[in-house]
């Protein structure tokens, strides 16, 4: 796949800012032009790796992930899947070219991803995708409607550590026998049990990247039973996605120098990002406090 789409301006994109001041909706539109130099596809996640040799191509570990998150979801087609929190449809946009049968509906809160995502949609042909403006706590969709809905690094901007906004959500949206993916990073234990400097390097992660908090892993899966999932399936899968969190840093000290050379001013934002991008590899290596998770369950 290759965009090869106009990307808005700093100044178009502002149009599309809230004027209530979402720290989210900031982040991403004024820092989601950046995520170009992470992923020639605006995959906004990372990645899965399989095979020994897949470190050295992070756009193959990132596009295993999409193809690991709807492979979780057992689709078919006619199905209608949905993407909570979708930033630049990269997943959908996968899915879609993959399975022209199926229908993939992203949401995200941030409206200049709205109108980005709409472009590249559009520009790779594809009519079994859209991208529609939605908050995922109270999504404009029937209950019982869909086949399958996922989060990929997305819910974790929800609030509370229990994520119970867009996993109740999901449950209400999801038809009988439909499955729900969430794939994040998550704590293994309380904030306050973190040891100081991770404790440090999860605050700068949380700040800079406009999370109230990681979920935790506990609470979550607790909360998915108490809301009435079944076979809930919990993988940890830190080591699958070491190999591409490990190009973290570099991509961001490459992506400063030649900003820097280029003579280009960094905005408040870009330089949150790469803050975030530089520790978020120093704190995955915390083992014992923070895990990445792919969490799949069923309503029955
Ligand atoms: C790190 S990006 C991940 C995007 C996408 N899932 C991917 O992997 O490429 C997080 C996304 O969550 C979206 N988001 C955050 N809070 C949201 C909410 N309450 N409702 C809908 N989308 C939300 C952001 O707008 C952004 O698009």
């Not at 004027?19 to 990645?47: C, L, Q, R």
């Not at 689709?75 to 930033?87: E, Q």
């Not at 009519?127 to 869909?146: C, F, M, P, R, T």
Request: hydrophobic residues 35%; contains cysteine.
């Amino acid at each position: 796949m290759k965009t090869g789409t106009k990307i808005y301006t700093k100044r178009e994109r502002t149009e599309f800012k809230t004027s209530t001041g979402n720290a989210i909706v900031d982040y991403y539109t004024d820092a989601g032009p950046d995520y170009e130099a992470w992923s020639k596809n605006f995959n906004m996640h990372f990645g899965f790796a399989l095979k020994r040799w897949d470190c050295l191509s992070r756009e193959k570990m990132l596009e295993r992930m999409n193809q690991v998150v709807l492979d979780s979801l057992t689709m078919k087609d006619g199905d209608t899947i949905v993407d909570m929190g979708c930033g630049l449809g990269a997943t959908i946009r996968y899915g879609a070219y993959k399975y022209p049968n199926i229908k993939f509906k992203g949401y995200t809160i941030t409206p200049w991803q709205v109108k980005q995502s709409g472009l590249l949609i559009q520009n790779m042909g594809l009519k079994n995708a859209e991208v529609l403006y939605g908050d995922y706590n109270q999504l404009a969709i029937e209950k019982n409607s869909v086949h399958g809905v996922f989060g990929l690094e997305s819910i974790c901007h929800a609030d509370g550590t229990d994520k119970e906004g867009p996993l109740k959500e999901a449950y209400r949206i999801l038809k009988v026998g439909g499955t729900f993916t969430m794939v994040d990073g998550f704590l293994k234990k309380p904030e306050h049990e973190l040891a100081p400097s991770t404790k440090k390097m999860y605050k700068t992660v949380c700040e800079n990247w406009a999370l109230p908090s990681f979920g935790n892993i506990n609470e979550v899966v607790y909360k998915m039973k108490q809301l009435g999932f079944k076979s809930i399936d919990v993988k940890e899968i830190s080591w699958k996605v070491a190999p591409s969190a490990v190009h973290a840093p570099f991509v961001t000290l490459f992506f400063l120098v030649k900003s820097v050379l280029n003579g280009k001013k960094l905005k408040k934002e870009s330089i949150k990002n790469l803050k975030a991008c530089f520790t978020i590899f120093f704190l995955g290596m915390c083992r014992r406090s923070i895990g990445y998770y792919k969490i799949t369950a069923k309503k029955v």
